[in-house]
Each structure stands twice: as C-alpha cells, then as structure tokens.
C-alpha cells in the first residue's frame, strides 16, 4: 500500500490522502486568493512523487513553476517553518508542456471523428434542428467512409450534403440550405478564433500522458490555457474530449493502490455553463464510471454549486478553502459547502468557511474502507517546486528536452474527406464531359440545340457541385499544412 499524501496539518496531526481512494475522485474550492491553486500544486507534486502522472490546465500560467525547483519564495519558507517542515528539500516535477495552439507547449490535437456531434455541436453553438444536421453528417461519413479529421474535411461534406439534399433527404431526413449555411457559419468563426489548429494529426495518444521519468516519477502534463480560457467553449470541450478519450480508450482496473492518472479540472464551472442536459449527464455518467479505469477527477472552481449536484455527489475527496459572503449565491455556497461535510463536534462549519485564512481549508478525505473523515481545518503544506512563472527559455529548454517532441511538433497530412470528395467530384465532372463530346461528335453542330450554341460544346452550365470540386481540386496543392487523425467513432459523447 503507498503511503498517503501529505497535504497538511490540523492542529499537530498530519492530513494525508489516500491513494487508493483517489479515483473516487475530488474538489478543491475557493475564493480567488485563498490557496486552491497551491493545494492543487501540492496535490499534484505529492502524486508525481509516488508515479502518478496528471494533466492540469494552467489558466494563469503560474503552474508552470512545477517545471523549476522552489526555494525562492519568503511565504513558502515561512510555512515551513510554521508546520515543521524546514528546511524544504525543494524539487522541481517533470513535466510536459500541451497547448491547442501549439504556441507555449505542443500541439495537442483531436479530430472532428473523434470529437463527435455533441461536443462539436456545444462548440459551436448549434441549434437542435442544426445539431441533428451534424449527426446526419457524420452517418454520411460513416457510411461513405469519409474520414473527418479537420475542418477543411467537415466544411466539404457540408458542401457535398447542400448539393445532394433531395438524396440524403431520402435516407437519412430532411436538410435544409439554411441549416447547412449555419453550421458552415460557426466554423468559420470556430476557424477564426484559431480552433482550427486543434483539429488534425497527429492526434493525441493516451500512453504519451501517462509517462513516468526514468526515476519513476509521474509526468505532469500542463496543458498551456492563457489564451485558451478566454474561449471557454473550445476549453471546457478540449478538456470534456480528452476524458472522454480516456474513459473510451482505457481498460478496467478496477480498485488500484494508486490512479493510473489524475485529471484536473481547473475553472470547472465552464464545463457547465449553458450545457445541455444530455452534456450534463454524460459527464456525470463518465465521473461515476470513470472510477474502474484507475483515472481520478479533480474538480477545481471558485464556488462549489458550480458543479452540478449529481457530479458533486461523485467528489469523495474535499478541499475546501474560504468562501466570501457577500451576496445571497455567496451564502447559498458557504451552506451548501459546509453541509457536504462530516462534522464529530458543534463546530459551525459555515462560520469557519468564510473565516479560513489563505492556505487554510477545510479537509475531508476517504479512509481506507471509503467513508468521508470527520472535516479537520487545516493548514496547506507549501509547495517544493517554484511557486510562479517560468521564463521563455525555460519553457523552451523543457520542450525541446520533452520525450514527445519529435511525435506531435510537426503536423501529418493524409487523405480524408476533403480530398476523397474532391477525387469523386472530379471524376463525374469528367465521365459528364466525355458523354458530351461522345453526343457532340454523333449530331452535327447544326443539329444541336440552343443551349448547346449558346455555352458551348459541353452544352452544360457548371454546377454548383463542379464550382465546389474545381475550387477545391485547385486549393488541394496548398493544404500541405493541413493535420488530420485517427477517426474513432465510437466516443461516448457521440
């Protein structure tokens, strides 16, 4: 059995977490300034040293730190002092930098296949009647063997779907222009905003996340979210598809010593916001099962009612640091958070929430037969890796010396539904010119209609199709650039 992790001490007893009751996964909670990215710094230093790899995102781009040994801070020598700790032996985490724009760590990369409807769909802000336009389309793809790796790729089947729409009508529903415009609407925007460089290959790899150093130490994947946070959609998607990969792709475990990985959801009260019931539930379906594939779920966010109820109730493990309030919602919080704790004396917990100090919380954990301790207020040990930012270099030595450099820095181009359709348009377009010319040979010009003296010997207009498949086949030779992927459709958010 691994030794539990140290998180802090109440009174004179240390507070620890049991790993083997990691993945019944947990919280951290707070107010801005009160502690929770620390305690998640420590939770996720304490993990590495045992072998657990994680994945963080770093909305600030302070997490970083994790990379560089500590030792440079006064308040993290004063509470070593305060708890006994001194000296600190300061260690930095092997860590491996993701960023979906591929600019502050490397490219991390889905593609629309694996994405799915329902995710693409909450991306991009779709109508019911226009998410079920997507569904269709991704059947198509499926049927036809279209793989959709890119959004190069989706945007021509939507152009293929609007010019045969009496023919998919038949077999799949009715489509409509207007809700085929639409989607092709939001994907420009999507593209506008650069999400387009997250779709593409190589597409990420489960194994490359779960790493450990050749000491044995678990590998912090930190994936870059500065500007990423600043489009919650494609955040809380990025993050939402990355654990649906991991509940698809990994195997049984059942009740592990230890997680295999630990998943931290910062700023999670994005992954709920103006998410559709049928989201909602998945992500409570995948938290609840996820537990048997030795992933653990750590729920980070400022107010605790910003996770649903029936997700909450999954969240075994608590860090509750202090809460202001301010307001009605404030103190809605402040009750609800002390009254999901276990309570062995009067205490007024609600009081002590919003009394805590910064790097203060109040704790409660799983012991080892899985029931919640008695909450203990309790002060945070510091962190031993630097407690900030990295500079540029540093950021730049660590990727370069990352073992997945050489796999995901350079995009991979393949063929997939943009070149497929393009192929076939091309080929009709040529089978309709070489009967023209055969009827054009058998009939003299005089003999030939109207139209056909008008526009030539073809006889025919270019179509909206030919229009499409010329743009397309001449665009082909630029694509270069272009990133496809794997293609599974079999992601439980679809």
């Known amino acids: 059995m691994t030794d539990g992790l140290f998180l802090g001490k109440a009174d004179a007893a240390a507070i620890t977490l049991d790993p083997s009751m990691l993945n019944r996964h947990g919280l951290i909670a707070g107010a801005t300034g009160t502690g929770k990215t620390v305690s998640l710094r420590v939770v996720v230093e304490a993990l590495s040293a045992i072998g ?13 730190g994790l990379a560089r040994p500590g030792g440079d801070h006064a308040k993290v020598t004063e509470r070593a002092e305060l708890l006994g700790l001194a000296p600190l032996s300061y260690a930095a985490a092997p860590v491996v930098f993701w960023d979906v724009y591929g600019e502050r760590g490397h490219p991390l990369r889905a593609t629309i296949s694996d994405m799915g409807p329902l995710l693409l769909a909450r991306l991009l ?25 890119d959004l190069p790729d989706l ?14 009508g038949r077999e799949y529903g009715r489509v409509s222009s207007a809700s085929i415009a639409s989607i092709q609407r939001s994907l420009l925007v999507l593209e506008q905003s650069g999400a387009d460089h997250f779709f593409g290959e190589p597409m990420l790899e489960l194994d490359d996340l779960m790493r450990q150093d050749m000491t044995g130490r678990g590998v912090v994947n930190l994936l870059a979210a500065e500007r990423l946070i600043n489009n919650p959609k494609l955040y809380s998607t990025a993050l939402l598809w990355l654990l649906s990969e991991l509940f698809e792709g990994l195997p049984e475990v059942g009740d592990p010593d ?27 379906q995948v938290v609840r099962l996820i537990r048997s594939k030795g992933v653990a779920v750590f729920f980070v966010t400022q107010n605790p009612l910003d996770v649903p109820m029936e997700v909450l109730g999954q969240l075994g493990n608590r860090v509750q640091h202090a809460l202001r ?42 012991d080892a037969d899985g029931a919640p301790t008695p909450v203990r207020r309790t002060m945070i040990r510091p962190p031993v890796s630097r407690l900030g930012i990295i500079t540029g270099d540093e950021r730049a030595a660590a990727m370069k010396a990352s073992p997945v450099a050489a796999k995901y820095d350079e995009p991979v181009d393949r063929e997939s539904a943009f070149e497929m359709l393009a192929k076939r348009t091309e080929e009709k377009m040529r ?27 073809t006889g025919r207009r270019q179509g ?7 743009s397309m086949v001449r665009s082909v030779g630029s694509q270069m650039g272009r990133q496809i992927a794997r293609g599974l459709l079999g992601s439980i958010f679809k």
Request: glycine share 8%; proline share 3%; no cysteine.
């Open 52 to 64: 657990v790899p994680s994945l963080v995102a770093d909305v600030k781009g302070d997490l970083a």
């Open 125 to 149: 802000g779709l109508s019911d009647i226009q998410e079920a336009v997507l569904y269709i389309a991704f059947r198509i793809s499926d049927d036809q063997g279209l793989l959709l790796l």
């Open 155 to 168: 945007r021509a089947l939507l152009a293929w779907l609007d010019e045969n729409r009496d023919a998919v």
């Open 258 to 284: 230890k997680p295999r990985l630990a998943f931290f959801f910062d700023e999670a009260h994005l992954l709920f916001d103006d998410a559709p019931k049928a989201l909602v539930d998945k992500i409570e």
């Open 325 to 366: 309030a301010f307001t009605p919602r404030d103190q809605r919080a402040v009750q609800a958070a002390a009254e999901t704790f276990r309570s062995d004396g009067d205490e007024d917990v609600g009081r002590i929430i919003t009394e805590l100090g910064v790097g203060e919380a109040l704790v409660s954990v799983l």
């Open 431 to 457: 089978d309709a010119e070489e009967a023209d010319n055969t009827r054009s040979k058998e009939k003299p010009g005089e003999e030939r209609g109207l139209f056909d003296q008008i526009f030539g010997s």
């Open 464 to 470: 909206l199709g030919e229009a499409f498949a010329k």
